[in-house]
């Protein structure tokens, strides 16, 4: 690590995950500079990044860049000197990884790979990746800790692709000891800024709950589809570990601290769960969502999607251990949190 500030480089930045992780590193006083693609005229910051910089008072240094543009991302390592890469660009819905996997493997995977080579020929030999529990595939025990098998049971391509890219880092840190990886294996990030200035904004129709929820809630869609009901589970709807996404902000921020620490024996290759460590199924987030809205959500059960397990949650004490981190906030404050962000964000950013 160089004297002075920390920099690090944080790809897909522009994402959900992204901005809230960028307000935790600057609030941290870490330099940041941001990669993402994104459909936008040359130069233009997107609204969310806009909205970082007013709520830190900080400026970023924004670059509309595609991993797999491999000049592109030569140039801007030629530009600036980093410490670190927290690497959180990808495609990431399961069903969309189902039907159009070619596109899921070439993005995330190749996307990556041209990642790591511009990163050694530039010397930046740290990186935090956003990986996901999807690597653990069809539990074998529960809660899983960082000892469960990955790879081996994983139900759909976007959880192969993780578990592929996790392979590629331990390859890389065996072949080079100066190597180091540390990879976030997240169990389902929901909720908002508590501001209610940044959230989940995503495109087309959710793939993911609470963002549903919440659209429902504020009139933007007529009811919930809940694929499944007959789970072996308590009312048959998926379990799910779901994390706040502040605490997941706060975890790279100690995971980022953790690989750059001199005083500690960061070798090699590291996997932490990144969870609440507790499951709540989907009648119950729903449940919880209208207390905190104080409206109905209609319900409309319907067939299982491709690729979904019944259960999966999380034992996250190795984190606490090494990472010295927990996560703190409640599904309550994760429902009133992201209630906050679409009463104030009806249409998403657009609204601004």
């Not at 949650?313 to 703190?328: I, P, V």
């Given at each position: 690590m160089g004297e002075g500030k920390i920099s690090v480089l944080v790809t897909g930045g522009a994402g959900y995950v992204g901005t809230h992780t960028l307000v935790q590193l600057l609030h941290a006083d870490i330099d940041v500079a941001v990669i993402d693609n994104i459909p936008l005229s040359a130069g233009v910051k997107p609204e969310n990044l806009k909205r970082v910089e007013e709520m830190t008072g900080k400026t970023l240094s924004f670059h509309n860049v595609d991993l797999n543009n491999l000049v592109e991302l030569q140039n801007l390592f030629k530009q600036r000197q980093f410490d670190c890469v927290i690497h959180l660009a990808a495609l990431k819905a399961v069903g969309d990884s189902c039907r159009i996997p070619l596109?899921?493997?070439?993005?995330?995977?190749?996307?990556?790979?041209?990642?790591?080579?511009?990163?050694?020929?530039?010397?930046?030999?740290?990186?935090?990746f956003s990986s996901s529990a999807t690597v653990y595939g069809l539990p074998s025990y529960l809660p899983m800790d960082e000892s469960h098998p990955t790879g081996q049971s994983c139900t759909n391509p976007y959880g192969r692709t993780k578990y592929f890219i996790e392979e590629i880092l331990r390859d890389l840190c065996s072949s080079d000891p100066q190597w180091k990886a540390v990879c976030l294996r997240y169990f389902n990030p929901v909720g908002a800024h508590?501001?209610?200035?940044?959230?989940?904004?995503?495109?087309?129709?959710?793939?993911?709950?609470?963002?549903?929820?919440?659209?429902?809630?504020?009139?933007?869609?007529?009811?919930?589809?809940?694929?499944?009901?007959?789970?072996?589970?308590?009312?048959?709807?998926?379990?799910?570990?779901?994390?706040?996404?502040?605490?997941l902000a706060d975890g790279h921020v100690a995971a980022t601290r953790y690989i750059l620490d001199k005083e500690k024996t960061v070798n090699g290759w590291k996997a932490f769960n990144l969870g609440l460590g507790k499951g709540y199924s989907v009648l119950e987030v729903?449940?919880?969502?209208?207390?905190?809205?104080?409206?109905?959500?209609?319900?409309?059960?319907?067939?299982?999607?491709?690729?979904?397990?019944?259960?999966?949650?999380?034992?996250?004490?190795?984190?606490?251990?090494?990472?010295?981190?927990?996560?703190?906030?409640?599904?309550?404050?994760m429902c009133a949190d992201m209630w906050r962000w679409q009463s104030m964000n009806p249409n998403g950013y657009k609204s601004s």
């Open positions: 596109e899921y493997y070439h993005n995330n995977v190749t996307g990556t790979l041209v990642l790591l080579k511009v990163m050694k020929e530039f010397g930046v030999k740290s990186i935090v508590p501001s209610g200035r940044l959230g989940e904004d995503p495109n087309g129709v959710p793939n993911n709950l609470m963002p549903f929820v919440a659209q429902v809630a504020v009139g933007r869609r007529p009811k919930l589809l809940v694929f499944g009901s007959d789970y072996d589970t308590p009312d048959g709807t998926g379990v799910r570990d779901y994390i706040h996404i502040m605490d729903v449940s919880c969502f209208q207390s905190t809205c104080g409206r109905k959500i209609d319900v409309e059960l319907v067939e299982r999607r491709d690729g979904d397990i019944a259960a999966c949650y999380s034992d996250c004490s190795l984190a606490a251990k090494e990472l010295s981190w927990n996560a703190k906030l409640t599904l309550n404050e």
